[in-house]
Each structure stands twice: as C-alpha cells, then as structure tokens.
C-alpha cells in the first residue's frame, strides 16, 4: 500500500460550512443557534472553515518565494532582438547557411553591457536594463513543437495535448491564498488559447484561475457587475443561504457535484470580492509618482494592478501582453512591443524592491518559444522571422534568483540552445523549487495516477538560484 494515496485531497475538504453543518445534525437551524451560544459555536464553524481548500499552506520546504507575476509575451518574441545578443550573424549576412536552413537576418537593434553585472541587454530595454542586477536571464529555453497555441498552453500547464491544471492553479493547490475575498490566482489580460492558459482542469474548481480581461482606469468596467445596484448587501447573502440550503438538499437527495460546488463557491467569492476587489483594482488610490512610475497605459495600469492584487495576498498573477508574432517587419514591430512593456516592467521591478517585496516575488517573462535566426522562409514584405522552439530567452527576477547573469547559451546563430539547455519542464521545476515544493511530490490523484506539472520531466536548474 503506498500511503500517499490515502493522503487526504483538497477535494474532501471542499463544501466545508456545509459538511460543518451536516455534521452538527441540525442544518441550517444551527446559524440561529450560532447567535445564542456565542463564540463557542462559532470558532468550531471557523476551525472547520479553515479547512477550505485555498486557505494558507504550508509548502515542503521553506521557499524563496511567496508569490508569482508571470508576464506572458503571447507571440513568440525574438530572442536575438531582445535577450540573445548574437553580433556575429552579421558576417553571414546575405549567405545561405545550412545550419540554420536559410539566409540569416542579423539582429536588428545594439546591445550594451548595463549594471555592475555588466549583462548586455538590448537597447529595446533601458528601463528594465536599470534593473538588470535582479534578472536571471535565461538563453537557453527550449520547447516541444514551434505552434502557437500548443507552445503557449505548454508554457502555461507543462503539456500541450493532455488537459493539465496550469501553473497558477499549482501553486494555489500547494499554498492556498493569504486573501480569501479575491481569487487566489488571476489572469489579467487572456490570450491565444484561452481558458486552457488558466484552467484547473483535473484539481478542483477552487484552483481555477480568474479572467479580467481589461484593465481600465473605471473599476466597474474591469470587473463588470462588481457591485449590485438593485438589492442591498443583506439581501444578496439571503440569497446566498437560500442557495447553499439548496445546494445541501441536492447534496443529500442526490450526489455532491465538484462542478455545482466550484459554482457555488464563485458565487461566495463573488461576493465578497464587492468591497476586496474594488479597492484593489483601483489604481486612483496610489500616489502620482507611483502611477508616473508605471506609465498611463495598458501594460502599465496591468503590471501596477498585479503589483497591487499581490500585496495584498493574491498567490498568483499572470499578465499578457499580446502581440509578438513577427514574420514581417520585425524592426518596427519589435520595438513597438518593447516600447509598451520596458517602462512598466522597469517600474514593476523597480516599485517590490522599493517596498521589500522583491525578496519574496518571483517575476517570471516569457513567450512562448523563439524566431528564427534566418529570414522569415515566405518572403512577407519587410524582414522578419519565423517560429522557433529550439533556442530561445526567458528571465527570472525576484525572490531566490540569482540575478545580474545570463544563464545558458545558443549557438553562434542563435538557432540551438546547446549550454545549459533549459527546457519548459526545468523551468516549472525551478520556479516550484523557489516556493518551496519538491516539483516531484506536488502530485495530484486523478484516474488512478499523480499527476504533477512537471509530468515525468523537469530538473531545477541550480545554476539559477542565489
């Protein structure tokens, strides 16, 4: 018998307040009597909701990091333009060059060595360059197969066939959340491939990530109905009891449902986030030197709101910026991204260290995989590159990483990772190893298996750590 199998899971603990309420034998009559015995009855109500599955928990080991911003750059970004320095494909210019199957297009922007580290990085990015001391650059990143929606669904849950819980919805498993009126893991932004990016899949619905699509200066748009403008605060919890009540009667007339309980447990969320929620997304609050910092812009109100959601407990966020599909025009394309993100980034980075959160705040960007280091093989218009999944860049920056570094190599094309490759799997395993799991034992029973993100794969990358 292997005794991990009888380790009890996330999902026997799901409906709490109503198992609580079984238990005692009287229903919902107990919430009158609640009120008569005082606190006595109360804290065993709250020593049972404290089993609730995103509660705080403790990982297997003390870890660097507490929390995750992973800011996606959905597109395949080209690494030679931004965090793969490679000048020597200018002498090759205009030859075919069998390794790389084509006629290699030269990097298209200078790089300069920046900080006390001396990194090189790319004139695309002097704000975040200010900030290179804290970055792990990563230059030997690899994926499976050079398809957009598979690479970026791969990124984001460690498989690109099988349906997998994400990243995010991991971590919530295995540390709950320290706020339990906002949703322990939000997605800000959405990108190709949709709810697969944040799903929870197999883990229960609590895991789920949480969609906000926009993020405007008008709270009431980022979150739509956030508040209730046709019945008081007192009315929608009558409501909420009259739904739990039927949700028990199911229970005991039929069967418990994780689907009907993940509902209901939006539904409660969803009400208390009214008060949370509004104030966290409201970006008017902070001092005009801080949101000078960020920039007015969407990249800039989205990476001040991540910043804000995990401050105040949030475990995961992760941010898209869309956009870096470049087969053509690449120059004036990827300096135009660039131009969006290197400001907020930089001020991101800038502002958790300010406040002392960066020692316990792992930021992570990347894409999905790489472009090609020759032309674009269509011949569409201006030059540009193709995807790529063999050599690419990611970074790290923040809590345990062992910043001011470029980690890995390409070769002298920037076409294969060939030192210190770095898979997709070896990433998942690293960032897992800065909040504290051994990425082999974060495991989940589903169908007779444990499952875990990492699959049979993964290696932390040592080399990367403080």
């Not at 099988?162 to 498993?173: E, F, R």
């Not at 709270?219 to 039927?246: C, P, S």
């Not at 472009?371 to 590159?385: L, Q, Y």
Request: charged share 25%.
């Amino acid at each position: 018998m292997n005794p991990q199998q009888h380790v009890p899971q996330a999902a026997d603990f799901f409906q709490t307040r109503r198992q609580f309420l079984n238990r005692f034998g009287m229903g919902f009559g107990a919430l009158g009597l609640a009120g008569l015995m005082g606190d006595s009855l109360a804290n065993r109500a709250q020593a049972e909701v404290s089993l609730s599955p995103l509660m705080p928990k403790q990982p297997h080991f003390p870890g660097k990091a507490k929390r995750v911003i992973h800011i996606f750059a959905q597109g395949g970004p080209t690494h030679l333009e931004t965090w793969d320095y490679k000048p020597e494909l200018a002498k090759y210019a205009g030859k075919e060059v069998k390794e790389i199957g084509g006629v290699p297009l030269p990097g298209q922007f200078d790089f300069r060595k920046t900080g006390q580290s001396g990194v090189e990085v790319s004139e695309l990015f002097p704000k975040i360059g200010e900030m290179i001391d804290e970055i792990a650059v990563i230059n030997s990143m690899h994926t499976d197969i050079p398809a957009h929606e598979f690479a970026t669904v791969m990124m984001n849950t460690g498989s690109g066939r099988i349906v997998k819980p994400s990243m995010g919805s991991w971590v919530l498993y295995g540390l709950g959340s320290e706020n339990q009126n906002l949703p322990g893991f939000i997605a800000l932004g959405g990108g190709l491939g949709g709810s697969q990016n944040w799903r929870s899949a197999f883990l229960p619905g609590a895991f789920q990530g949480t969609l906000v699509r926009n993020v405007s200066t008008d709270v009431e748009k980022i979150i739509e109905n956030i508040k209730n403008h046709y019945i008081t605060a007192g009315q929608q919890r009558d409501q909420l009891t009259l739904f739990r009540q039927l949700s028990e009667l199911h229970n005991e007339n039929l069967k418990r449902e994780s689907e009907l309980e993940a509902r209901i447990q939006s539904f409660e969320l969803a009400f208390q986030m009214q008060t949370e929620a509004t104030e966290a997304f409201d970006v008017s609050n902070e001092p005009d030197s801080v949101k000078d910092l960020y920039g007015d812009s969407a990249q800039g109100r989205q990476l001040l709101v991540a910043r804000r959601l995990v401050e105040r407990g949030v475990r995961f966020v992760q941010t898209w910026h869309n956009g870096w599909d470049h087969h053509t025009g690449v120059k004036a394309a990827v300096a135009r991204k660039a131009a969006e993100c290197d400001q907020p980034i930089g001020a991101l980075l800038k502002d958790l260290k300010q406040r002392g959160m960066l020692d316990d705040t792992l930021v992570i960007w990347t894409g999905e995989f790489g472009r090609t280091p020759r032309h674009d093989r269509n011949g569409r218009g201006e030059p540009g590159r193709d995807h790529h999944n063999r050599g690419f860049s990611a970074w790290m920056a923040g809590a345990g990483v062992k910043g001011g570094q470029r980690y890995g190599a390409t070769d002298e094309f920037g076409y294969e990772a060939v030192e210190n490759k770095v898979h997709v799997h070896d990433l998942h395993a690293t960032s897992m190893h800065l909040l504290g799991f051994d990425h082999e034992k974060l495991t989940y029973r589903y169908n007779g298996r444990d499952f875990r993100l990492t699959d049979v794969y993964g290696n932390v990358t040592s080399g990367l750590l403080a």
